[in-house]
């Protein structure tokens, strides 16, 4: 089987190199691809965004399935053109159509749909530049701190934490009225702030059935002890210790099931990735987004403790026969450190000649923002590695992946030290 990954980053390297340990993966396509997927597959130097371009080279390369890694070509309708497009119809594809793309690409769309199936989410309004000062008002009267969302796609930067009235009426103006994240903040979600331990739980679906795949905890803020902006992900860990049996069944009955259910009802025919960032509050998950993707970078923790057979999964899916297929878990632990360009998530150089990238290690090196540049790896964007190490005690593999760190270099290269660190039980060991 010939298949194409579209996207650029770790998550789509990870996919890759998934994919091709399978015997079923013939020729494997990434567009546009790094550095480090073009080891293993062929780079397409096209945008994913460009539909007429991806067709041309799903017709030329006789592509049967492919997987489409970020949200922006799915909330642009990636799905609805193929199923529109008389030669590409009957191409196998992964991830949802437009519509069914809103749970990430429209935050107030998926506080409604939550609202409306039961699903457990915080306390929430919507405003715009027409209700602004009904929103200034609004946040006069509220609880500190409180959460400002942009309500489009943001790249992951799109929610400020404000911790009194003042900084949250500031930001809300900035994000309405000067347009602080452009069109994605032309509409707001203010929001209850929860107290509370992240996780993040990936569902695959065909719109009936469904799996669960490994969840993850990552770590978004760029500096130790969760401090700094926020960033694409510094790091992730999996499994995470709290979700237990009990808990993993409370997010399967109160939210994965009535999102499925919910989108039945919607008649939103979806196949693909459900990815919900969830919270535990005192016990009980409540959500505080739903993505339609694998995340980055839960995806380089979570495949790697994927025993199944990826190409099974993902025809399964676009098939709509994931019930004839099972999932297998490794029991052992995964935890991934991310490098960043020095000065992300603000701004940064490129450009850079990457070192230790051929040392010996039992981790897997993901690239991210890599380029190859007469024959040498280079950086080329803010998320530019992300290291994975799996050992059946956590600390270790924490360890092992900071060693992998330790060996790879270059200028003004920056990550966490701390990853993982806030769920480690009894120990006071620092990596």
Same mark, same amino acid.
């Given at each position: 089987m010939n298949i194409l990954i579209l996207g650029s980053g770790g998550r789509e390297h990870a996919f890759a190199w998934k994919l091709v340990a399978s015997p079923q993966c013939d020729r494997l396509y990434v567009a546009p691809g790094n550095a480090g997927t073009g080891k293993l597959a062929e780079n397409l130097p096209i945008d994913p965004n460009d539909f007429p371009a991806v067709a041309a080279q799903v017709m030329?390369?006789?592509?049967?399935?492919v997987i489409v890694g970020p949200e922006e070509p799915l909330a642009r309708g990636v799905r609805d053109y193929f199923d529109q497009h008389s030669q590409l119809k009957k191409v196998l594809l992964v991830g949802p159509g437009k519509e069914g793309a809103l749970l990430e690409s429209s935050k107030d769309f998926a506080k409604q749909f939550m609202n409306k199936y039961g699903i457990p989410?915080?306390?929430?309004?919507t405003f715009n530049l027409e209700t602004l000062e009904e929103g200034l008002e609004y946040l006069r009267g509220q609880e500190m701190p409180i959460v400002l969302k942009a309500d489009g796609l943001a790249a992951g930067k799109g929610v400020v934490i404000c911790q009194t009235p003042s900084e949250a009426e500031r930001n809300l103006?900035?994000?309405l009225a000067e347009a602080k994240f452009g069109a994605a903040s032309s509409q707001v979600v203010v929001e209850q702030f929860l107290e509370g331990i992240e996780?993040?739980?990936?569902v695959l679906t065909d719109g009936t059935h469904y799996k669960i795949l490994p969840e993850a905890k990552d770590?978004?803020?760029?500096?130790?002890?969760?401090t700094g902006p926020n960033t694409g992900g510094m790091g992730a860990i999996s499994p995470v210790q709290f979700a237990d049996h009990d808990f993993m069944q409370k997010v399967e009955q109160q939210i994965i099931?009535?999102?499925?259910? %919910? $989108?039945? *009802?919607?008649g939103i025919h979806y196949r693909g990735f459900i990815?919900? %960032? $969830?919270? *535990?509050v005192k016990g009980n998950p409540m959500v505080i987004e739903y993505n339609v993707r694998m995340g980055d970078p839960e995806t380089q923790a979570v495949l790697p403790r994927l025993k199944s057979d990826m190409v099974d999964l993902m025809t399964a899916c676009a098939r709509g026969k994931l019930s004839e297929v099972s999932i297998e878990i490794d029991s052992r632990s995964s935890a991934t450190v991310v490098m960043v360009s020095g000065g992300y998530p603000e701004s940064y150089q490129k450009g850079y000649p990457i070192s230790g990238l051929e040392q010996e290690t039992s981790s897997l090196i993901f690239h991210a923002g890599t380029d190859l540049r007469a024959g040498h790896v280079h950086t080329n964007g803010g998320r530019v590695l992300a290291i994975t190490s799996l050992d059946d005690v956590m600390e270790n593999a924490l360890s092992n992946a900071y060693q992998t760190v330790s060996n790879i270099s270059w200028e003004d290269a920056n990550f966490r030290r701390d990853i993982g660190q806030d769920l480690l039980v009894n120990s006071n060991k620092s990596v």
């Open positions: 030329a390369k006789d592509i049967q399935l989410t915080a306390r929430h309004r103006h900035e994000m996780v993040s739980v990936f770590y978004k803020r760029i500096g130790d002890g969760d099931i009535p999102t499925i259910e %919910g $989108l039945k *009802n919607e990815f919900l %960032g $969830l919270i *535990n």
